[in-house]
């Protein structure tokens, strides 16, 4: 049994002992309450290790790594990162959780015109813990990345050029989604993008286009903002064969 999946900052090499952080330590000390020689799978920089664990105390959790693990854990075969226009409440809490499940690389808050305010760092401090445990539960390999909240312009700026983009936007024409994805060449950054409740405004919308990314339909229905990178992105997923 490979036992418990944590994600550890540090360099591995076999032989190696590694401290576990003090809420993953907590994890296994208190809820799985493991005991020196159980087993364990670390990650870090994207490689999955063979592990024991070695002390297990109120003072920390120590694990010594073995060998790579056979079994990895599975990751996309191109980074995906999602701009999601900020929701209300925790609605966001959602679209993190669901996007990491899905493969997403990176996550990235963005402000427009008739989304939410953007809020404090606690949100965006809970959101990355958030991306941390379903990373876990999903048996990924690396921890997505989950960015501060920054402007339409300045997201789309920074991650459309050279990529794949996406647009989700309820005006699109029907079966743009295909005709997009036909233009995915291996190895091309792919990048997913969902307006606030409101919609995107008819600029927002422009300033995409000059960026060189695809206005796509979801189909006949409209989707609340926190489910539409979620689907977006199983759609990507299994029109590229990735599933």
């Known amino acids: 049994m490979p036992g418990p999946r944590y994600f550890v900052t540090s360099k591995i090499v076999a032989g190696a002992s590694v401290a576990l952080d003090a809420d993953d330590a907590r994890h296994a000390s208190t809820v799985l309450r493991s005991r020196p020689g159980d087993p364990l799978t670390l990650l870090a920089e994207g ?5 024991d664990f070695a002390s297990v ?7 010594v ?3 790579p693990s ?12 999602i701009l999601q226009a900020l929701t209300k409440g925790a609605k966001f809490d959602d679209v993190v959780e669901k996007s990491v499940e899905l493969g997403a690389a990176n996550i990235v808050p963005v402000i427009c015109a008739r989304s939410e305010s953007a809020g404090g760092e606690n949100r965006v401090a809970r959101w990355r813990r ?13 921890v997505p990345s989950v960015a501060a909240p920054v402007s339409w312009q300045l997201a789309c700026e920074a991650a459309m050029p050279r990529a794949l983009a996406l647009i989700a936007y309820e005006q699109a024409e029907c079966a ?6 036909s233009r995915f ?3 091309t950054p792919v990048v997913i993008a969902v307006g606030p409740e409101g919609g995107l405004t008819s600029d927002e919308v422009a300033l995409t286009r000059e960026l060189g990314a695809h206005i796509v339909s979801l189909g006949p229905t409209i989707l609340r903002t926190e489910t539409a990178a979620a689907v977006l992105l199983a759609a990507v997923a299994s029109g590229l064969g990735w599933w």
């Open 57 to 63: 105390g109120s003072d920390g959790v120590m694990a």
């Open 185 to 187: 060449a291996v190895g």
């Open 176 to 181: 743009t989604l295909a005709a997009a994805l």
């Open 70 to 81: 056979a079994q990895q854990g599975g990751e996309l075969p191109a980074q995906v990162t």
């Open 47 to 51: 490689i999955a290790w063979e592990a």
């Open 65 to 67: 790594a073995r060998r």
């Open 130 to 142: 958030i991306a941390k445990a379903a990373a876990m539960q999903s048996r990924r390999r690396i």
